[in-house]
């Protein structure tokens, strides 16, 4: 198959995706609730006939924002048929060759909108579904391997949607990350939010255990810090602090701590250890962490 018949196949599978309609999730919904005032259906449908609101463009981008359901039912094509980045514009070109009129589906009994999609809000939905970016073939291999049949599309989607540059340390990281961690593991779909985070972070394709431990001594940093703001509020107000040229930091310990021990978790399945961190205490000491008990201890400490 060449390149134009690829485009225009892919194309036509999204067009047939969109062609089932859209039901609006509920975050859409809130949007659009406690933007325009919890609007009927005409009076949604005159907001977004309206060229001269203000608010038309962007609620357009909402609702035809791809969620993860339509993405699920192309990955498995674009898995196939490897769109180039240099063929994305041929892909919108055939996409929009003819008029697409869309289904939008309201819940709860509110009813339906019938839209046509306009050609400048579809540059931006082709560009949400990340047609051009593949995942490794070695990554694929260990979700195909290690993933549930039924959640494999459901983790490659995760990993399009991401944002990280694919160097050779991260891929084999993640390749690591599906074997030893087990997908099937009931705090694998967190671990992998977090994993998928932090290595977008990342700069450059660096040892991730060290990049990893970094990260552990920050969280220990600011719930340290988070103390300290709060032993000198019990001596001072607010505004005291301020006054003094104090920095006062809010930090969300439950966040820290939880980062913490899912740093913990990655870092024991990944690179089956974790290191102690280093002049971390209040007193100047160290502070060891060579068990999950350890690092227990340590957060209790802090809190």
Same mark, same amino acid.
């Given at each position: ?17 969109? =062609?089932? !309609? ?8 809130? %949007?659009?609730?406690?933007? @325009? ?21 962007? +609620? ?23 769109? !180039? ?17 869309? /289904? ?40 195909? *391997? %290690? ?34 961690? *087990? ?35 920050? %969280? ?12 000198? +509020?019990?001596? /001072?107000?607010?505004?005291? +602090?301020?006054?003094? !040229? ?14 913490? +021990? ?8 990944? @690179? !089956?250890?974790?290191? %102690? ?6 007193? =100047? ?19």
């Amino acid at each position: 198959m060449n390149s134009e018949e690829k485009c225009n196949q892919l194309a036509d599978e999204i067009r047939k995706v969109l =062609g089932h !309609g859209i039901t609006l999730g509920s975050d859409v919904i809130h %949007y659009i609730d406690s933007t @325009f005032s919890n609007p009927t259906l005409e009076e949604l449908q005159t907001i977004l006939h309206d060229d001269s609101s203000c608010e038309k463009d962007s +609620l357009m981008e909402l609702l035809f924002f791809p969620d993860e359901t339509m993405q699920l039912e192309l990955e498995e094509i674009l898995e196939t048929l490897q769109i !180039g980045k240099q063929d994305e514009d041929n892909v919108l070109d055939a996409f929009c060759r003819e008029s697409l009129p869309v /289904n939008m589906r309201l819940p709860d009994g509110r009813g339906s909108l019938n839209l046509i999609l306009p050609s400048e809000v579809a540059a931006g939905f082709m560009a949400r579904l990340h047609i051009s970016k593949h995942l490794n073939e070695k990554l694929r291999e260990a979700i195909n *391997k %290690y993933a549930d049949a039924d959640a494999i599309n459901g983790y490659k989607v995760k990993i399009r949607n991401s944002r990280f540059f694919p160097g050779e340390n991260k891929i084999q990281f993640l390749c690591d990350f599906f074997e030893k961690l *087990k997908p099937q593991s009931h705090d694998f779909n967190i671990c992998l939010d977090f994993a998928l985070s932090f290595i977008d972070e990342l700069t450059e394709d660096q040892d991730l255990y060290q990049a990893l431990m970094a990260k552990k001594r920050f %969280y220990l940093r600011s719930l340290q810090k988070a103390k300290k703001i709060e032993t000198q +509020l019990q001596k /001072n107000n607010l505004e005291t +602090l301020l006054s003094q !040229g104090k920095r006062v930091i809010l930090v969300d310990k439950a966040d820290a701590r939880k980062k913490m +021990l899912i740093i913990d978790r990655i870092s024991r399945a990944v @690179f !089956g250890r974790t290191e %102690y961190v280093e002049d971390l205490h209040p007193d =100047g000491g160290n502070i060891e962490l060579r068990s999950d008990q350890d690092i227990q201890d340590i957060i209790k400490q802090l809190s």
